[in-house]
């Protein structure tokens, strides 16, 4: 019994056709542009500068070219060949030769290939997404670790860490830094009388008095309780008291809404003006004059007095 030959794919049938016309023109360029490029660099260039009488040279000329002649014919013949032989294939009944196969297999590897590849993009662009979230992520919990829940304003953290930096601005180029803390005066009996939600509020009001009439440069923070601190940069002693008195005057005014009047106690220490090494002893000093300011009658406000110099 006569086994069929396995009739060939519609895919290998066109990648058969496709081999053949590819090798086609290979033998048009491996074959006849040649020839006609040897034929005219003879019969033009060569054969003009050859004498009458060097019938030796022009033999072996003609020798050459035929050579390479039938040598380009040769090949070009086989390479015709080989594309006739895998193009034979006709209508339904072509063959699986081993090029066929070949071409299926690969073609075949090129689509898994491409798969991998769309996965492995897909993959890269989650973990870019990813990353990003994480980078998101990170930058929200530093500054929520810098920020007070309540108000909102910077924390005793930060400000501790902004004071450092200021203190070693001002020593390397000497540039004035001040200290403001304020304490809101019978603070207590709001959280007493209208409870602690209340007081929160009230803390929330001031802290956008503060920020309202504040440089962007400059550091407000709630340091702890009713008490805040505000960091002054590039501002004397002088600017300093200016700023915590128009400050002092907003609060007196302001109508919170619990309609009870609230102000402020304020303690001012600044550099160069005051001797402070440290930004330890900077705070210090302008917690000292809060404390001088309270003791005083309170609602107004007190700088830690300048040492004397020596004319």
């Known amino acids: 019994m006569a086994v069929m030959p396995p009739e060939t794919t519609p895919d290998v049938a066109h990648a058969g056709l496709r081999i053949k016309k590819r090798i086609l023109v290979a033998l048009t360029l ?3 542009v040649p020839v006609l490029v040897l034929a005219f660099v003879v019969l033009v260039l060569m054969l003009p500068t050859l004498a009458p009488g060097e019938t030796l040279k022009f033999g072996g000329l003609q020798l050459l070219v035929i050579f390479t002649i039938v040598g380009m014919l040769a090949g070009g013949y086989i390479i015709w060949d080989i594309g006739r032989t895998m193009a034979r294939m006709p209508g339904g009944e072509r063959r699986r030769d081993e090029v066929g196969t070949l071409m299926s297999s690969f073609n075949k590897m090129l689509g898994t290939i491409e798969q991998q590849a769309a996965e492995i993009n897909t993959y890269a662009t989650r973990l870019d997404a990813a990353y990003k979230e994480l980078e998101s992520t990170n930058a929200r919990l530093k500054e929520t670790s810098f920020k007070d829940e309540v108000t909102g304003l910077y924390n005793r953290r930060f400000f501790s860490l902004r004071l450092e930096e200021e203190l070693s601005r001002y020593r390397r180029f000497n540039h004035p830094v001040s200290v403001v803390l304020l304490d809101l005066d019978g603070f207590k009996a709001v959280n007493d009388e209208y409870g602690h939600t209340v007081g929160d509020d009230t803390l929330r009001e001031v802290a956008q008095i503060l920020m309202k009439h504040s440089r962007g440069i400059n550091v407000v923070s709630r340091y702890g309780g009713d008490e805040f601190a505000v960091l002054l940069v590039e501002t004397s002693k002088a600017g300093a008291r200016l700023y ?6 907003v609060v007196a005014k302001y109508p919170f809404s619990h309609g009870k009047v609230i102000t402020a106690s304020f303690g001012v220490a600044s550099l160069p003006d ?21 003791r005083a009658g309170k609602n107004q406000v007190a700088a830690s007095p300048s040492p004397q110099r020596v004319l």
């Open 244 to 249: 915590a008195d128009r400050i002092r005057e």
């Open 274 to 294: 005051d001797e402070a090494g440290t930004a330890e002893d900077l705070f210090r000093a302008a917690d000292e004059a809060l404390y001088t300011a309270k």
């Open 30 to 32: 491996a074959s006849i």
